[in-house]
């Protein structure tokens, strides 16, 4: 039976990426040798990760004075890179605290100085995106999707010209336009829009680095990994390539614009049938809903067990919420389609027919 | 036509792993979904993180007492994880330089505190395992196998019961029999002989962590790792999963000691070619010769050419040496079968035939 994957990530890919990865696996382009078995030094591994860069570049019309590089430590160390790279010694950064994710970067630049929390939902669980008012601190760093709470940015925040807005995009890179030029840097795991885990994509303004008056270890500078064409030690093969993949994928089905509109109507289908269905209610507030993630619960404790028998005998897979506030979570990455979206609002109407 | 890998990393893997890697990929073990879009914390790729850390004790004979790591970020992030987990706040660290991985891993240590080179070959070009002096430092650091130049750690360093030993063996970890209980940290890039590129591991003991007095990054705190079961964030689960398949097989061929049998066998079938055709000399002096990676060059440079027309049409890969000392590498790592490397020798007999 075809399965309907809503996992918050790892997550759902394109299957003909997962065809193209696999037989990348077995032999790399007849050259005789799998992908994972050749140097990363040789001209088709090379061309593999220029591709990778292109393409972030030519997706998200990344304008000129930036540069991509593809790194391995996730967002989680991506979190201790932007403070290397960002937070200016002697000085206050500023962070908005939306949830789990938020907290671990607020923890990891507290290591290296002074943190101010600008903004925070956490009186109310994070259900919804703060106000904020103006900033005055010379960099801003904000999650841009709470996969956990399901709550996204529906606007960015503006700065001026000389301060800096750092966001972690890990779980809405590629779902929607974006304008790039409002970030010093951007950086996003994989397992999302893009790629398997075990790759974190980074967008830097390198005229915005080497300022912090710190020094910064190898791995954590994004100057040497700039210089090296994100070759400084040996990258994560498999993750670059299999996220090159996706991002053709992307551009072949139309780019950003297009996955923007179809991720619009999948939230739309979705969200329209937990307000309008009386067993089960959102978790986040209307104006902060995400379109990646779905958070809701059943308003009666007692039916989980048969809501969960029915979207299991329907081929859904991953739709448990998070452990941190429970209920359900329907994860609506890029890959997957209107379609599984349509057989998890039928699994509600009918148990809605069956139970309420 | 059969190619015959001899690439220095990322290198041949065993055939049959880039085979169920590859099925992986469109499907895990029938879930009808693939292994990298699942989630990380799904029963079947917890299983897949137990195994693959259970598999690493088993065959090096880890003592109780250690705990075995697949993250990120490869050796060069793994030297400065080094540091902050054993370099004591205020003290000396000793690390011997045998090369270009030593001195990286030197670099990132001094950001950290005084560090205290007791033994270097640099002056001969890392041609050989330079002899050492009793310790008096808190910590040694050493590189157990130097793929560039081409030598190995015949012996380990002995140290006092309160002193450390922390070696990189990325690239003759599972090549032999060692005695883990000599080392409080052995790390280790997968792509040698243990997977793809895009995991490191670390085997250490834990109760030499915790000790510098250093606050201490989260992901680059092992105490950390170890308390989430190596989940700290989400693994990349790909090259874990294909490490995993790699360490399975070793299994299956009788494990670490057969290995060493056979690498020992192809080190002296490579050696004695080098030593005996008067077209080639080998690099690395003899006490100091790694199994891993024979460097060579060819006496008369004119005749390189030919040489290289040669191998390329016999089907070998990756035999060029690297740019800082030129002439020739055969890396001959634990899936090398004996096969390719009498093919090599053929290859430079048959050179000597025609142009000697």
Redesign the interface.
């Known amino acids: ?3 309907h ?1 809503f ?7 394109p299957q003909s990426v ?2 193209q ?3 990348a ?2 032999e790399l382009d007849n050259s ?3 992908l ?5 030094r040789s001209k088709p591994f090379v061309a593999v990760m220029d591709e990778a860069r292109a393409l972030v570049k030519e997706l998200l019309n990344v304008p000129e004075g930036y540069e991509v590089l593809f790194l ?6 991506g ?2 890179t932007a403070a290397y790279n960002f937070h200016k010694e002697g000085e206050k950064a500023a962070y908005v605290n939306t949830g789990a994710w938020s907290k ?1 970067a607020i ?2 630049a507290k ?1 290296l100085g002074e943190v101010e929390v600008v903004a925070s939902s956490e009186d109310s669980n994070f259900n919804h995106i703060p106000a904020m008012g103006n900033i005055s601190q010379p960099s801003l760093h904000i999650t841009t999707n709470n996969t956990i709470f399901g709550t996204q940015f529906k606007s960015m925040p503006q700065l001026n010209s000389d301060q800096m807005l750092l966001a972690d995009m890990s779980s809405d890179i590629f779902s929607q336009e974006i304008n790039v030029a409002d970030f010093d840097l951007i950086y996003a ?1 994989a ?1 999302k829009n893009m790629g ?4 974190v994509m980074y967008i830097v303004k390198t005229e915005s680095l080497g300022k912090t008056g710190r ?1 910064i ?4 500078d994004l100057n040497v990994h700039i210089k090296k064409d994100s070759m ?8 670059v390539y ?1 996220s090159m993949l996706t991002l053709r994928w992307l551009k072949g089905i139309g780019g950003v614009a297009e996955i923007q509109k179809l991720n619009e109507a999948k939230a739309k289908l979705m969200y329209s049938e937990i307000d309008r269905n009386p067993l089960f209610k959102g978790f986040a507030q209307e104006s902060s809903r995400s379109n990646m993630n779905a958070t809701f619960s059943i308003t009666q404790d007692d039916l989980a067990p048969a809501f969960d028998k029915m979207w299991n005998d329907a ?1 859904i ?2 739709l448990k919420g998070h452990r941190s506030i429970g209920g359900y979570r329907a994860s609506m990455y890029n890959a997957l389609p209107l379609e599984s979206v349509q057989v998890l609002v039928d699994v509600m109407k009918e148990f809605e027919r069956t139970h309420g």
Chains 1, 2 share one sequence.
């Open positions: 039976m075809k399965k994957n996992s918050a990530g790892p997550c759902i890919l997962l065809q990865a696999s037989d696996v077995r005789g040798l799998s994972i078995e050749i140097s990363h391995q430590g996730g967002a989680s160390l979190f201790l671990a923890k990891e290591l795991g397992q398997p885990a075990g790759t020094a270890p190898s791995y954590l400084f030690n040996t990258p994560p093969v498999f993750a299999t081929g897979n991953g």
